[in-house]
């Protein structure tokens, strides 16, 4: 089959414990980079449960799928219209949009062939409960929706994914291709809630430019974010930031600080690397089962390469720069 490559819009936020992460609404030279602004959380009555009790299974007695999902397709028309079209895939990522069928039909395709490559020997789990996603086909009705639920702009001209909801809200006239980026954040609370936030992002960030060589396969494609590790590369100061080693090392906090747009293009690329060499995801799956002993990923990083972070940095170095 055809390959398929998709469009670079990117929409691109995290989510971590400490609530949801949405990018502001400028960009830093170029398209948006995925730095990210907390959001104001709403008040609860109790404490909102981590990640990691996010991701477990809920029991049959607490929860039931098919009422979630009638509830979740009829707040969609409350929320979009009385006229909106919704598709359920993989039984817990629930597509809707105002325009009508036929405005689901490249989403929907996408999201299955995606999904079905992300779940075939990538990550093991997926969300226990339903997701919502929005697709808007033009910027007017996205900020519309928008001011609807905050009376403000978007946090971003191409989409956003809300931990707290479990809602994506995305424009997708800009390009579907922000969608498979966000695809990946709510699998990866499911399958790996400690992740680091360099590892959440690296992977979501190398699908911005998926490539679906065939089912159950997908890539991700040189992406607009190349340009910044270069340039980083260049500067004695950003080079020693700009490597496998010290990223494998940086907490969350230093990750989403000053130079987030060139951790995220590190993050990227260290995980595009390790894909071309078939170990991204033997890396990943060691490191999630090993997390409790090896909580900076860098015993799995070795055991799967064969070589230190620090013996990674300089053939890193020469891949990307031959990119």
Not at 44 to 54: D, H, K, R, T
Not at 58 to 67: E, G
Request: neutral net charge; charged residues 25%; contains cysteine.
């Amino acid at each position: 089959m055809r390959s398929i490559l998709l469009p670079a819009a990117v929409c691109l936020v995290a989510c971590s414990t400490g609530g949801d992460r949405l990018p502001p609404g400028e960009p830093r030279g170029g398209p948006p980079a995925g730095e990210t602004q907390r959001m104001a959380p709403a008040a609860v009555s109790e404490p909102e449960p981590s990640l990691a009790q996010q991701s477990q299974p809920p029991s049959a007695a607490r929860y039931d799928l098919a009422a979630d999902l009638e509830a979740r397709e009829r707040e969609a028309r409350e929320d979009l219209g009385a006229k909106t079209a919704t598709a359920t895939v993989h039984d817990v990522f629930l597509l809707a949009s105002p325009e009508g069928k036929a405005a689901l039909h490249g989403p929907r395709d996408i999201t299955e062939r995606a999904l079905t490559a992300l779940l075939n020997g990538r990550f093991a789990k997926k969300p226990a409960r339903i997701i919502s996603v929005y697709l808007f086909g033009d910027a007017g009705r996205y900020e519309k929706y928008c001011r609807s639920r905050s009376d403000a702009p978007c946090v971003s001209p191409y989409g956003y994914y809300s931990r707290s909801e479990r809602r994506i809200v995305m424009n997708v006239g800009l390009g579907i291709g922000t969608l498979t980026h966000e695809l990946v954040h709510p699998l990866m609370e499911a399958d790996f809630p400690d992740a680091p936030e360099w590892l959440n992002e690296g992977i979501a960030s190398l699908y911005e430019q998926p490539i679906l060589p065939r089912k159950g396969e997908i890539r991700g494609g040189k992406n607009w974010r190349h340009p910044r590790v270069l340039r980083a590369l260049a500067v004695p100061a950003e080079r020693e930031i700009a490597r496998p080693s010290a990223l494998l090392v940086m907490g969350d906090s230093v990750f989403r600080s000053r130079q987030e747009d060139l951790n995220y293009a590190t993050a990227r690329y260290v995980c595009q690397w390790l894909d071309s060499r078939n170990e991204l995801w033997p890396f990943y799956q060691r490191f999630r089962d090993g997390y409790a002993t090896d909580p900076t990923g860098s015993v799995a990083f070795t055991a799967v390469t064969g070589l230190t972070p620090s013996e990674a940095d300089a053939p890193w170095v020469r891949w990307v720069r031959g990119l």
